[in-house]
Nanobody
Framework: VLLVESGGGLVQSGGSLRLSCAAS????????MGWFRQAPGKEREIVTA????????HYADSVKGRFTISRDNAKNTIYLQMNSLKPEDTAVYYC??????????WGQGTQVTVSS
């Protein structure tokens, strides 16, 4: 599966961004998908995940109530709607597909920068 993220950029604190992750090569609807992020000097962390059918989601405590993951299996795309952004959300955001028991397919990442 080839994953390509888009939608990152620079936004002021309190603003919103919507990230997209387009999958190709295999049918993404067969797989659970997730969004991860990595800030400078920090380890990569999971932000949110969604089941293959979209019926189950998981969110890190730090983004609950602000971020929403969704998927459009007809378009082979997942989304991350990010509202009420904070400077601490600044990171490179990656989407990933769980082809096996691990997240083993990754996109190239998209930079999100939140200014205070």
């Amino acid at each position: 599966v080839l994953l390509v993220e888009s939608g990152g950029g620079l936004v002021q604190s309190g603003g919103s961004l919507r990230l997209s992750c387009a999958a190709s090569g295999r049918t993404a609807s067969n797989y659970a998908m997730g969004w991860f992020r990595q800030a400078p000097g920090k380890e990569r962390e999971i932000v949110t995940a969604i089941s293959s059918g979209g019926g189950r989601t998981h969110y890190a405590d730090s983004v609950k109530g602000r971020f929403t993951i969704s998927r459009d299996n007809a378009k082979n795309t997942i989304y991350l709607q990010m509202n009420s952004l904070k400077p601490e959300d600044t990171a490179v955001y990656y989407c990933a597909a769980r082809l096996t028991s691990e997240y083993d397919c990754w996109g190239q990442g998209t930079q999100v920068t939140v200014s205070s």
